[in-house]
Structure formats: structure tokens, C-alpha cells
């Protein structure tokens, strides 16, 4: 392997160059038929133009038809925000990855921090579910991200080597088939937006130790009150490969833009 130049960050130079750009929208426990099919219509036109980033949104599960009937044909993809770590079998309430399959799903959120906080997921639990949507033909957006206390002590890092743990120990096949996304808690829906350098930071020790693992094509979105007004200056940094956006991609005029940037 020949040498590479590398950024201040220790980014390498041709390794961002290779990975493509990704904005993905997260609807979670939003919309309606009618608004969704004014949205999903809104993004699909917008689409047509030519766009320097793929993009694709995670609905609820109920829309799940709606957004591949509408999207089918067009640029976007879509996928779910969660999903069990069983195949089949007596569990209420839970959905397998075969389901989302059958929907044309391209994506699957798995490890969000709102999973995390209020269904008690663990690291461990969010790498079978990561599993889980590899064996189904899916691709696991992996979320980490720490809380506020956690950055203020300091163990920012800590806490994201910590998350990453039992995913990267599933091994480069597995996570090379993966795009993780930093999200920290304390910016997610609060207005808050890490700076591009805060998220830099982060984003760096994600790609060293994707590097260290064999997988460092693998794409690392930035999430946490993602607007368009901060997304080409969190977009410029040389570890960020896109967005996985909140609120703003239920407006499609600002998620579009964000995905311009």
C-alpha cells in the first residue's frame, strides 16, 4: 500500500476522496399519510436534480409502504429506525429484518441514544441488532454519541470506544458492510450543534479505529441538530461523510439543502 498524505487529524487524504457522501433523514415518531405523501413527493421532485450526496430517510414503521411506493424509482432510498434481534417467532410488538426487507428497505437505525436512554439498549445489544440487520440484507446505521455530563468529564472518547466495542469486534467483513454515525446526546433536538472541530475530533478516533480494523472506507455521519446552515462547514471536515438528520428532514426544501452542502 503506498503512503498517503494526511490532514492535522491524521485523516488520510485518499481515503476521503474514495468514500462517498451520505445524508440520511430520520423521521422518528412523526407524520401522517397526508403530510408524508407532500413530503416524500417534495423530496422525490428535488431528487431530480443532480445531488453530490446519496440520500435516504428512516420512517416509522407504519410508512414503510408508503415511502417505497412513493419512492420507488427515484434516487432516495429508505429504511427503518430499528429493528429486533430475532428472526420470527413470539415476540409482540418487535419487527424482524426480513419485514423491513420485504419493504425494499436499504437502511435500519440501530443503537440511536434515544433507544439507548429510554429502552435501556446496551453496546452489546445494539451489536446483535447490527447483526441481525447484516443477515437480513440490510445495512445497520450505528449510532454513538455521549451525553453532556460524560463530555464535560471528559470521556467523550472513552465512551465512544466503549459503544464501538462489541460492534468492531464483530470484524472488518461485518463492518465494512456498516456506516456508524456520531450523534451527541446533548445536541440532538436541543438546537445545540457540535462545532466542526468538536465533531472532527470524534469523528478522527472513529476513522482510527476503523483504520486499525481494516474497514476505514467506512462512511461516519455526523448527526445532532444537523441544519443547512452548518452543514457545509460540518461537511468540509476531512472524517465527516454526511449527516444523519433529525428534525430537519421533515421539512424537504431544508433537507435537500443540507444534502446540497
Not at 476522496?17 to 422518528?28: I, M, P
Not at 446519496?54 to 429508505?78: D, H, K, M, R
Not at 464483530?170 to 458492510?177: D, H
Request: proline share 4%; net charge negative; glycine share 10%.
Amino acid at each position: 500500500m503506498t503512503a498517503a498524505s494526511r490532514s492535522p487529524s491524521g485523516a488520510s487524504t485518499s481515503e476521503a476522496s474514495q468514500r462517498s457522501r451520505l445524508v440520511l433523514g430520520n423521521w422518528k415518531m412523526h407524520g401522517n399519510l397526508a403530510e408524508n405523501a407532500a413530503l416524500l413527493e417534495a423530496l422525490r421532485t428535488g431528487a431530480a436534480q443532480p445531488l453530490t450526496a446519496e440520500i435516504g430517510v428512516c420512517v416509522p414503521f407504519p410508512y414503510l409502504a408508503q415511502a417505497q411506493s412513493a419512492l420507488q424509482g427515484s434516487p432516495i432510498s429508505w429504511g427503518a429506525q430499528d429493528l429486533s434481534t430475532q428472526e420470527k417467532g413470539a415476540y409482540t410488538g418487535e419487527v424482524a429484518g426480513a419485514m423491513l426487507a420485504d419493504f425494499g428497505c436499504r437502511w435500519v437505525l440501530v443503537g440511536h441514544s434515544e433507544r439507548r436512554s429510554l429502552h435501556g439498549e446496551t453496546d452489546a445489544l445494539v451489536a446483535d441488532k447490527a447483526k441481525a440487520a447484516l443477515a437480513a440484507g440490510l445495512t445497520p446505521v450505528v449510532c454513538v454519541g455521549e451525553t453532556l455530563d460524560e463530555r464535560e468529564a471528559g470521556s467523550t472518547l472513552a465512551v465512544i470506544e466503549r459503544q464501538l466495542g462489541p460492534v468492531l469486534a464483530l470484524g472488518a467483513p461485518a463492518v465494512g458492510r456498516m456506516v456508524l454515525a456520531y450523534e451527541p446526546v446533548w445536541a440532538i433536538g436541543t438546537g445545540r450543534t457540535a462545532t466542526p472541530e468538536q465533531a472532527q475530533e470524534v469523528h478522527a478516533a472513529i476513522r482510527q479505529a476503523l483504520r486499525q480494523l481494516g474497514a476505514e472506507q467506512v462512511q461516519v455521519l455526523y448527526g445532532g441538530s444537523v441544519k443547512a446552515a452548518s452543514a457545509a462547514s460540518l461537511f468540509a471536515m476531512p472524517d465527516i461523510d454526511g449527516g444523519l438528520v433529525g428534525g430537519a428532514s421533515l421539512v424537504a426544501e431544508e433537507f435537500l439543502r443540507i444534502a446540497a452542502a
